[in-house]
C-alpha cells in the first residue's frame, strides 16, 4: 500500500486543498441539483456549506465521497478524482450522512469494528481504534449497548465516531447537528473542533446558520446548486454589509402576510418572504430604510403587532447573499 | 491467515443474534418431523394394503426405506424452497432500508466482497437447513433401499439448487427499492420454477401427443428443481407401482425422466419378489425372510456396477438395489444443477453491478451536457490535467 501525497492543487491560493471542486454538474431527471458549483477546501481548515433544503448540499458532498459520478465538472481531494480513484479518495476521506444507519443487535464497540473491518484494517488495529474513538465521543460507557438503545445525540456521536474509524484526513459531514437538542449540539461542536485541532479538515453543511457560525473557517453559501458567496466569516459579513433584516409580525391571517409580502417588494425590497403570521425583510440600506417599510405597511392598512430590526450575524448574512445575488 | 469476510461475520452475528433464525430452525424441523412421521405411517399402510396384513417389516424394510428418504429429500427442498429465498432476498435490499448500503458503500469494499460476504451467509444458512434434516433420516437409514451415493449426490444437489436460488434472490434484492417487493418476487421466481415449468411441461406433453406417439422429457422440466432432484436420487422407477415400489411425490415426477434415467425393471420386480441375486452373501442370517411373493424364474440380474457402497442397513437391500441402473443418457440432475448455478451466477453478476456506485467515466461524458464536438479529445478522461478552470 502506498502512502498519498496529499497534492498541490492549482487552484487553491497557496495553501494545499483538501478539495477542490469546479464546475460541478448533476441533473436528476429534469431536477438539475447541482449547477456549475465551484468549492475549495484548504487542508486543515474547517468549511461550512450553508443553504437551504435541496440546494445541492448533499449531492455535492456525495460526488466528493465517491457515491455519484458526476454529469460534468472536476473533483479533486487531495489531488484524486473520485470518480478516477474512488479508493484513494475513500482511505482518505470519512462520510457522516444526514442518517445513521443502524445494524440492529450489534454493540457499539462491533458496529463500529464492522467497519474498521471494512476498511481493511487489522483486528489488533481495530482493538485499539475502536477504544479511543468510544473514549473520543464519550460512549465508552454505552461500548456493549446495541446501537438501537442509543439516543438521537449518541447515535450522531457513533456515526461520527464511524467516519474516523479509518483516521481520514477529511470530514464529509453532511447536517450533522440536525435534530440534536441544544446539549448534544454542544458536545459535538466540542468533538469537532478537537478534530480541528488535531489537523482534520472538515467539510460540514447545514441548514441551521447559527451552529456553524463560530466554528468555520470558512463558509460557503450554496443555493439552487450554485456557490453563492465563499470565505471567511468576516470577508461574507463584509460583503453584505449595507442591508438591513427586518421582522414583522401581521394580524389577519395568511392573507394579510401576503399582502405585505407584496408591499414591501413594491416598496423596494431585495427579499421578503412570509412565514406563519411574520415577514421577512431585505432591504437596502440602513434604519431608514426600515423605518419607511414601516411607514407602508401601515399606510396599506395592514395591522403591525411588532417590526425589528432582526440581529444580524451568519442568518442575516444568508438571506442577504442567497436572495440579494438572484434579484 | 486471511480475515474473513467482515459482510459475512457481521451476517452470522445478526443473524443469530435475532430470534428469528432459532425459530425457524426449530418450526421447519417441527414440520418435517411430522411430515415423516406420517410418511411412515402411509407407507406401511401402502405395504400392507398391496401384501396383504402381517407383511414382515424387515423384508418390506428397502422399500420403505427408499420411500422414506425420497419423501425426506422432496420435503427437504419443498421447506427450503419455503424458508431459503426470503432470507437472500432481504439482504440488499434490507441494507438499502436501512440505510446502511451507501456506508457500507464508501469503505474499502467492493461490490464483489458484499455479495459475497452476503452469499456466504445465505451458503451457511441453506447448508444449516440440509443437514439439520440428516437425522431425520434415521429410519430410513436403518430400513436401506438406497445407497450412501445417492444420499450424497442428493444432498450436494438440494445445496447448490438453494444456494443458486439464493443468488437469484440478491439479485432481485440489489434492483428492488423495498424488501417487501424483492421478497414477493423472489418468490414469483420460484413458484415459476417449481409450478410454472409444470405447467409449461404438460402443455408441451399435450402438444407433442396430438402430433405424434412419441412423447420425450418437457424442456421446462429442466428448470424444475424436484425433477432434477428425481434424477439425483435415483427415484426413476419405470411402473413402480405393479413392482412394489411405494409411490413417492419423487417417484413419480421420475416419471418424467428420459427413459435412459430409468432404474432397471427387471432388477425391481425381481427385488420385490424376492430373488437372491446373484447370491451376494448376506451377512446376517436371521434377517433372511421368506419371500413375499412365490417368484415364478425370473431371468438372472447382472449387476452392472460391482463398486457401488454397500447398502445401508437392512440385509436385504441386498437383492434390492434400486440405486442401481445402467447409467445412460446425461445425467439430468447435473443438467438442472448447471442450469441453477448459471441462473445463480446472473443474480450474483447484477448485484455486484448495482452495488457499484462510480460509473466509468466514459458513460459520463457520453451523457454529459455538451455533445463533444467531432474530432475533439474526449473531454474529461482524456486530458486530466485540464480541470481548473470551467468558463
Known sequence: MTTVEPEQAPAASGAVAAVVVRGLVKRYGRLLAVDHLDLDVPAGSVVGLIGPNGAGKTTTMSAITTLLTPDAGRIKVFGHDPDLEPREVRRLVGWMPDFFGLYEGLTCAEYLDFFAAAYGLAATVRRSRVGDLLELVDLTDKRDTDVAGLSRGMQQRLGLARTLVHDPSLLVLDEPASGLDPRARIDLREILLELARQGKTILISSHILAELGEMCDRVAIVQHGRVLAQGTPDELKAASRGTTSVQARILGGPDAVQRAVAVALDGGALQAVGQGPTLFAELTGGEDAAADLLALLVGAGLRVVSFAERDGGLERLFLSVTDGGRS | ?391
Do not use: C
Open chain 2, 1 to 391: 491467515m486471511r480475515a474473513v469476510n467482515p459482510v459475512l461475520r457481521r451476517e452470522l452475528v445478526e443473524r443469530w443474534r435475532s430470534r428469528r433464525a432459532p425459530v425457524t430452525l426449530t418450526l421447519y424441523l417441527a414440520v418435517l418431523g411430522a411430515i415423516m412421521y406420517l410418511l411412515y405411517r402411509v407407507g406401511v399402510a401402502m405395504l400392507d394394503a398391496q401384501f396383504g396384513f402381517g407383511v414382515d417389516a424387515a423384508s418390506a424394510g428397502p422399500v420403505l426405506g427408499r420411500f422414506l428418504i425420497e419423501g425426506l429429500f422432496f420435503f427437504v427442498l419443498l421447506l427450503v424452497l419455503f424458508v431459503g429465498p426470503g432470507y437472500a432476498a432481504a439482504q440488499i435490499s434490507g441494507e438499502r432500508e436501512r440505510r446502511t448500503l451507501t456506508l457500507l458503500q464508501v469503505t474499502l469494499l467492493g461490490p464483489l466482497q458484499i455479495v459475497l460476504g452476503k452469499l456466504g451467509a445465505a451458503v451457511a444458512w441453506l447448508t444449516l437447513l440440509v443437514t439439520a434434516a440428516v437425522p431425520l433420516g434415521a429410519a430410513a437409514f436403518f430400513l436401506g433401499g438406497f445407497g450412501l451415493v445417492d444420499l450424497l449426490r442428493g444432498g450436494v444437489y438440494l445445496i447448490v439448487i438453494a444456494v443458486a436460488i439464493a443468488a437469484m434472490g440478491l439479485g432481485i434484492s440489489s434492483l428492488t427499492k423495498r424488501t417487501t417487493g424483492s421478497i414477493v418476487l423472489t418468490y414469483g421466481l420460484v413458484l415459476t420454477l417449481v409450478l410454472g415449468t409444470f405447467f409449461l411441461s404438460a402443455v408441451e406433453a399435450v402438444f407433442r401427443a396430438t402430433r405424434n406417439a412419441h412423447v420425450p422429457t418437457p424442456v421446462a422440466l429442466y428448470l424444475n428443481p424436484f425433477f432434477g432432484l428425481a434424477d439425483a436420487v435415483n427415484a426413476a422407477r419405470p411402473m413402480f407401482f405393479e413392482a412394489g415400489g411405494l409411490p413417492s411425490p419423487l417417484g413419480l415426477l421420475g416419471q418424467a425422466l428420459p427413459e435412459a434415467r430409468m432404474v432397471d425393471e427387471a432388477m425391481m420386480g425381481g427385488a420385490i419378489a424376492g430373488e437372491v441375486v446373484e447370491a451376494v452373501p448376506v451377512p446376517v442370517e436371521e434377517f433372511e425372510s421368506a419371500p413375499l411373493v412365490p417368484g415364478e424364474e425370473p431371468p438372472p440380474v447382472v449387476i452392472a456396477e460391482p463398486d457401488l457402497p454397500p447398502p445401508m442397513v437392512a440385509p436385504d437391500a441386498e437383492n434390492f438395489r434400486p440405486g442401481v441402473r445402467p447409467d445412460a443418457g446425461p445425467p439430468v440432475w447435473l443438467i438442472v444443477m448447471l442450469l441453477y448455478l448459471l441462473m445463480g451466477l446472473l443474480g450474483l453478476l447484477v448485484a455486484t453491478r448495482r452495488l457499484r456506485v462510480t460509473e466509468p467515466r466514459s458513460r459520463v461524458s457520453a451523457t454529459a451536457g455538451s455533445p463533444p464536438r467531432p474530432g475533439a479529445p474526449a473531454p474529461a478522461a482524456a486530458e486530466p490535467g485540464r480541470w481548473e478552470r470551467a468558463p
